[in-house]
């Protein structure tokens, strides 16, 4: 059994801060491409650096930017 991301909560946490994808972008030094391919997580090997990077920004825990499950 494997741990995989089976919903991404960063849309969340934009609306919470009132913010949207390219705010995010720019902030993190990423495509906007890149952010869109993370919350459809199509861009299933995120690296802890960007995770954490994007957890910064957003102003939370990198456990709080994907709802995860085993399978």
Not at 26 to 53: P, V, Y
């Amino acid at each position: 059994m494997e741990f995989y991301p089976v919903r991404c909560r960063i849309p969340d946490h934009l609306k919470r801060i009132g913010k949207n994808q390219q705010w995010l972008a720019d902030m993190t030094g990423m495509s906007k491409q890149t952010i869109s391919d993370i919350i459809n997580l199509r861009h299933a090997n995120i690296t802890i650096k960007k995770a954490a990077l994007i957890a910064y920004y957003l102003n939370c825990k990198i456990d709080d930017l994907f709802v995860m499950e085993w399978r």
